[in-house]
């Protein structure tokens, strides 16, 4: 018979996915990183979180002080004193103090005694022993070394504590010679790596080892917030996505037409265009008639700050501001190169779950490479989506593109399996005039026109045109009214010609009448005389 490995769950976001439920309850993980890594603020969240959720625990820290992680803890939010007063949370100050290191009488034994005491008068459920390699470092010989270690494991099996340990890696060349100890004590090995690539910083995870349990594979990407630390699994991306929804209006009447109805709701749009065709003032329009019936949208600007948008859609009239004033909108607005993909990503999570809007914006992902490379942003777009479609989220995202007439830039950073709408927008050029163009690529679970179709962008937002077939094509612009013209000098001939024959028509009836009058006048003369009596040969009448 099968049993399922108890788990306690970390309460870090994102985390207990990778675990696939947590950490293993009652045994021990380690969480091997560098400098930097953030594995001291992992280990305390596990403890903070834990005892916020009814499970008290202690901190053993060899390298900082109490006050030290207290004030570390407060700058995130964390009120580490309040949990100490109620004995759900205890830091214990580990550090060596130098009369001892002279005296060589160091052993693990007596700090070991403190927090078996503590665990039983606070009914503990966790305990953290942050930088175990710096007490290990004191000890002279190996044998040594190997016998506190051998204490440590035996102390934490009895104790039936859900442990977390944390070791920093040997420096570049070194040789640890605990190193392997910490791996089979181990039931749950997770390593944490702090590196920079082209100038940006990033952070990954990865669970190397878990006995009993499945666990997530791959490495992950993490971010340090302002309230803890934050990882997304990709691997759970398109499993949970909510169908799509009812249409809604896309803002401009005759766009609905072209779409059937309007957008999907909880669908992506993807706007693609080269700069200048109005993709933004088209987003903006879709989040203005949002806004207006009091549904919430987050707009991620990549490309211009939040005054700016405002203005510049407004010279097309697209009023933001009253949105923004109401609660309805929130920007959010930063470089690209501001921070690393994770980051943006975190941010904009916690933007979503502050508001949970109905809409998301994301304009422009062609922006998305500039914050680490083609894979950074391809990342960043996956979880954004996959975040979205699993909140029923319609989302609407702009992109740039460079060539006019090349397909392969429309879908963005190769997300077109994500994306259910594609709008294009293009120039044409003709008669020393550029006229726009829209064209609806694709609408999945829609029907829609497959025309292209002029528009212009007036002072009253985007307006498209009705369509105007030439010999072949549509015509747009100058070639329009070229052709208007034409058009109307034909149509001017042909009722010149039908009033011309209309004429002819008339004056041949009068002269059809005339000629039946006189007829008419002649036949009944004829007929007079046919029958008036005239004298017989004898002088009498007939």
Excluded at 25 to 52: C, D, H, P, Q, W
Excluded at 442 to 453: A, E, F, L, M, P
């Amino acid at each position: 018979m099968r049993v399922n490995l108890e788990k306690v769950p970390t309460h870090i976001r994102g985390l207990d996915d990778i675990l696939e439920g947590g950490l293993p309850r009652g045994r021990t993980t380690v969480i091997n990183g560098g400098a930097g890594s953030g594995k001291t603020l992992l280990a305390m969240e596990f403890l903070y979180r834990g005892a916020l959720a009814g499970e008290p625990g202690i901190f053993i820290s060899f390298e900082e002080s109490t006050e030290q992680l207290r004030q570390n803890a407060a700058a995130l939010g964390w009120d580490l004193p309040a949990l100490e007063q109620e004995n759900r949370l205890f830091l214990l100050d580990g550090r060596i103090k130098s009369d001892t290191l002279i005296s060589g009488k160091f052993s693990l034994k007596g700090l070991l005694a403190i927090a078996a005491g503590k665990s039983r008068e606070m009914g503990a459920k966790r305990i953290v022993i942050d930088a175990l390699e710096v007490a290990l470092r004191l000890f002279d010989e190996p044998r040594q070394v190997r016998s506190e270690i051998h204490l440590l494991n035996d102390w934490l099996q009895q104790a039936g504590l859900s442990v977390i340990l944390t070791v920093r890696p040997p420096s570049r060349g070194g040789v640890s010679i605990y190193e392997d100890f910490f791996e089979s004590m181990g039931d749950c090995v997770i390593v944490m790596d702090a590196r920079v690539a082209d100038q940006i910083s990033t952070r990954r995870l990865r669970v190397v080892k878990y006995r009993g349990s499945g666990f997530g594979r791959n490495e992950y990407p993490y971010v340090i917030t302002n309230n803890g630390i934050h990882t997304a699994p990709i691997s759970t991306v398109g499993l949970r996505h909510k169908p799509l929804g009812e249409k809604i209006t896309t803002g401009i009447p005759r766009l609905d037409e072209v779409l059937d109805g309007g957008y999907r709701r909880a669908s992506c749009v993807l706007f693609a265009g080269m700069p200048g065709t109005g993709k933004t003032i088209l987003c903006s329009t879709f989040v203005a008639a949002a806004c207006s019936r009091g549904e919430r949208t987050l707009y991620i600007s990549f490309e211009e700050s939040e005054a700016a948008l405002v203005e510049n859609v407004l010279s097309a009239g697209v009023a933001l501001r009253p949105h923004i004033e109401s609660g309805h909108l929130r920007l959010l607005a930063s470089f690209p190169e501001a921070m690393g993909a994770e980051e943006h990503y975190s941010r904009a999570l916690e933007a979503i779950e502050e508001l949970s809007p109905a809409h998301v914006v994301v304009d422009a992902i062609s922006a998305c490479e500039r914050m680490g490379g083609k894979q950074a942003a391809f990342e960043y777009l996956m979880r954004l989506l996959n975040a979205c479609k699993e909140r029923g989220i319609t989302v609407l995202l702009v992109n740039q593109t460079i060539r006019k007439d090349d397909f392969s830039e429309i879908s963005g950073i190769g997300i077109s399996s994500m994306v259910d709408t594609v709008v294009r927008l293009t120039y044409k050029e003709d008669y020393g005039e550029i006229t726009r163009l829209l064209h609806i690529l694709k609408s999945r679970g829609s029907r829609h026109s497959n025309q292209k179709r002029e528009y212009v962008i007036t002072d009253d937002a985007i307006q498209i045109r009705d369509l105007y077939f030439g010999e072949g094509e549509v015509l747009t612009g100058a070639a329009r009214q070229v052709q208007e013209a034409k058009d109307l000098a034909e149509a001017q001939r042909l009722d010149y010609d039908i009033q011309t024959k209309e004429l002819e028509l008339k004056q041949l009836h009068l002269i059809r009448e005339q000629m039946n009058s006189g007829f008419a006048a002649r036949t009944a003369i004829r007929g007079g005389k046919a029958f008036r009596r005239r004298p017989d040969d004898s002088g009498g009448e007939r």
